[in-house]
């Protein structure tokens, strides 16, 4: 069965450092991949979507940016987090076909 | 743009009473619609979705395309059923990328 993880879990960053989140999914080949930040009383805000391996496409500008360098494998960063970075980030995947999203448990990040 | 909306952002009912989560969206055509649920620690999961027109926990919703509405409905609420519900709209202008677009959401509190 499939499967989606991210990690870490958890992250507190002081401002003006780099970020790196990581979301794997297993189980699937050539899923659509996306990238969520979910914060309260605005609901999901979809950040980056891909369909393919170094394909992305973003949806917001912003001061982070997303990579894809493996099939399953799909990337946040920020090479200098700011304050309004803070959030709940969340990993999605799609087959393509049903058009549900499956999401993992999701990244707290805490900038200081 | 299409947008969700979900006019409340709380909603407190006390066990057996009826429940309704509102949800609107903006689209003429005919949209592809979700509700989502996210329980206490728990992952974001699919609740149930237009098409498939099934009662899933005893939730319904029935798209009503003159008013742009897909409510969510359970006539005798449990206490288990607290949790943050999202409407989502499929993005029917995002072809292969199957791009959904997230209400704010809905905290259901169900009290004994």
């Known amino acids: 069965s499939q499967t989606i993880h991210q990690w870490p879990a958890t992250l507190v960053q002081p401002v003006g450092s780099p970020l790196s989140l990581e979301c794997t999914v297993e189980?699937?080949?050539?899923?659509?991949l996306y990238w969520y930040r979910q914060a309260a009383g605005r609901g999901l805000q979809l950040l980056f979507y891909?369909?393919?391996?170094?394909?992305i496409s973003s949806e917001v500008p912003q001061n982070l940016s997303a990579s894809r360098p493996q099939d399953r494998q799909f990337i946040l960063s920020s090479k200098k987090l700011l304050l309004s970075d803070s959030g709940f980030y969340l990993c999605?995947?799609?087959?393509?076909?049903?058009?549900?999203?499956?999401f993992g448990p999701g990244t707290r990040l805490t900038v200081l | 743009a299409q947008r969700v909306t979900q006019p409340e952002k709380l909603l407190s009912v006390f066990k057996g009473a009826p429940v309704e989560l509102k949800c609107n969206y903006s689209y003429s055509g005919s949209p592809e619609l979700f509700w989502y649920v996210q329980y206490s620690r728990q992952r974001l999961q699919l609740l149930l979705r237009h098409i498939s027109r099934e009662s899933i926990k005893g939730f319904t919703a029935d798209l009503n395309k003159g008013e742009t509405s897909f409510h969510l409905k359970k006539p005798f609420a449990q206490e288990e059923d607290s949790a943050m519900y999202y409407c989502?709209?499929?993005?029917?202008?995002?072809?292969?990328?199957?791009?959904?677009?997230f209400g704010a959401g809905t905290r259901l509190a169900v009290h004994p």
């Open positions: 189980g699937t080949s050539n899923p659509n």
């Open positions: 999605a995947w799609g087959d393509g076909v049903s058009n549900e999203q499956f």
């Open positions: 891909s369909v393919g391996i170094g394909q």
């Open positions: 989502a709209l499929r993005d029917p202008f995002s072809g292969g990328y199957n791009k959904l677009i």
